[in-house]
């Protein structure tokens, strides 16, 4: 059962990047899925920020586009988000998953990430 | 994208059924029928219940079921028990090849 583990820098400052990283364990990054980032603010509902494929292949959220990148590192079996320009709206839980067939199977725990000036 | 519609929340004594909605466009759904249901406990991550409209992953309860009619989807929890009282996500694959969720329902087993 494949396991994913979000890290990050636990508080960023506004106007700063945020950039997290999900180490996947029991499964393989190359393998033929695609990887999600999803994000939830204190309170708030779900809100899919993109998604990425092990090929370098990325599709996000038009909100988001502008500011979001994503890359897989397959040495080190993990995959990566960067939002740069965050302001206090960014804060949020930060979770990554593992999609199915155009759905999410596999979550990570999440990660907070406050957003303070 | 705007977030799929749902109920804030939805109640029902234990052993009822209740039913969640989640409404959409067109274009939130796409000629596909690839809609998903989430469970999320307090503080937990979400947890796949649903997928590909009306399909249960292994381990989810029978009592969990999903449909869907034009540009609503649904979800069905039969004999409600205290453990089903969390929030719940639909999420569609949009038309624009993106990910859609929805506005989140609390259900809570009176």
């Known amino acids: 059962q494949v396991q994913l583990q979000e890290s990050g820098p636990g508080l960023l400052k506004t106007s700063g990047t945020l950039s997290l990283t999900c180490a996947v364990s029991g499964g393989s990054v190359s393998a033929d899925n695609w990887w999600s980032w999803v994000r939830q603010p204190p309170g708030e509902g779900l809100e899919w920020i993109g998604e990425?494929?092990?090929?370098?292949?990325?599709n996000y959220n038009p909100s988001l586009k502008s500011r979001v990148t994503m890359s897989v590192d397959k040495s080190k079996n993990q995959f990566s988000l960067m939002l740069t320009s965050v302001t206090a709206t960014d804060t949020a839980v930060y979770y990554c998953?593992?999609?199915?067939?155009?759905?999410?199977?596999?979550w990570g725990q999440g990660t907070l990430v406050p957003v303070s000036s | 994208q705007s977030a799929l519609t749902q109920p804030a929340s939805v109640s029902g004594s234990p052993g009822q059924s209740i039913t969640i909605s989640c409404s959409g466009t067109s274009s939130d759904f796409g000629a596909y029928s690839y809609v998903s249901w989430y469970q999320q406990h307090p503080g937990k991550a979400p947890k796949l219940m649903i997928y590909?409209?009306?399909n249960r992953p292994s381990g989810v309860s029978i009592r969990f079921s999903g449909s869907k009619s034009g540009n609503t989807a649904s979800l069905t929890i039969s004999g409600l028990q205290a453990e089903d009282e969390a929030d719940y996500y639909c999420s569609s694959y949009t038309s624009s090849a993106t990910y859609v969720f929805g506005t989140g329902t609390k259900v809570t087993v009176l």
């Open positions: 590909n409209v009306s």
């Open positions: 998953a593992r999609n199915g067939a155009f759905h999410f199977n596999s």
């Open positions: 990425l494929h092990h090929s370098g292949r990325t």
